[in-house]
């Protein structure tokens, strides 16, 4: 699949309201387990999607445009929401990252982004060069496979009450 | 996590929702696309999802309470969406989805199941044994890993567009 910038905002419009729906109301068995020590839980996902919101995608765009190269990304912290998270519930995160999504798309539009645009280049700390493209493509597969994750994690917490059947399950290993 | 009812519940009402939107009006490209032969597209997925909801799982549950183990379940048919789903779009099979869905948890609800219920056996083709408590948590691990195979097949349509990062997505590789 090519990238379209389209197709691209049909997934970021999505996500906020694909995770209330999914995770409004349920039990904490379902949120706040994780598949083990250093794993997210859905909670720790959503908060994790929230500070990428804050510091990570936007930010990176406005970096290639305004520096290209000259002036490398900063490193993204993937464990920043352990702290940040502290004393807010899912609901309230949900609800922050759902604004700021909405925000940042606004913003996103509001650029008119062009094939040259999509070209730029950056510098990412770690992986060298990246284009705009690359930049955008990323974030949205970053939704969808963090969506991947918290099902998967969910699954997981029940896989000792499914009898023989896991075998049949090849996700449940992952 | 311990089986719950409610728990379970919570999550089999949910998934029809989910899937509608984050599939509605989507491009043919996220929607048709697989990850390979013999592999599943999110539009083949749902079609799955319905043969499901009419040929498998309440099926079973009834068979587990009128036969317990002396007659064994019908195996059950992973490909038969391929033909069933002919000529029916996305939208359609999704609404036939959540219909079935919808009704098929009004009758388990109306079952009133308890303990004992759940510990009731049934004779699973290829598996053996198996409670009516395993089946259920097996009906919620199916939907909840059906959304994640839904999205990690939706993220791995982007993987050339992304530049160097896939390398940072291990769920690409899966």
């Known amino acids: 699949m090519k990238f379209s910038f389209d197709a691209s905002y049909q997934i970021l419009e999505r996500t906020p309201g694909v ?3 999914l995770l409004s109301g349920l039990n904490d068995s379902w949120v706040m387990n994780n598949e083990g020590p250093d794993t997210f ?9 929230l500070h990428g919101e804050k510091t990570d995608w936007t930010i990176r765009i406005r970096r290639i445009l305004d520096h290209g190269t000259a002036m490398p990304f900063e490193p993204y912290d993937r464990f920043a929401q352990f702290e940040e998270s502290k004393g807010k519930d ?7 990252f759902e604004q700021l999504r909405n925000e940042n798309l606004v913003w996103l539009k509001s650029l008119k982004l062009n ?4 070209d730029k280049k950056g510098l990412h700390p770690a992986l060298g060069e990246v ?5 955008l493509a990323t974030w949205v ?5 963090h969506i991947a ?5 969910m ?3 029940y896989k000792e009450e499914m009898g023989p059947w896991p075998e049949f399950f090849r996700i449940l290993s992952f």
């Not at 994750?149 to 994690?153: A, F, K, N, Y």
């Open 90 to 96: 899912l609901l309230q995160l949900m609800k922050e």
């Open 141 to 145: 597969v970053h939704d969808l496979t």
């Open 115 to 118: 094939e040259d645009d999509l």
């Open 131 to 135: 284009t705009l493209r690359n930049l």
């Open 149 to 153: 994750q918290i099902t998967r994690v």
């Open 41 to 49: 839980s859905p909670y720790d996902v959503v908060g994790h999607l």
């Open 155 to 157: 699954a997981k917490q």
């Open 19 to 21: 995770l209330r729906l």
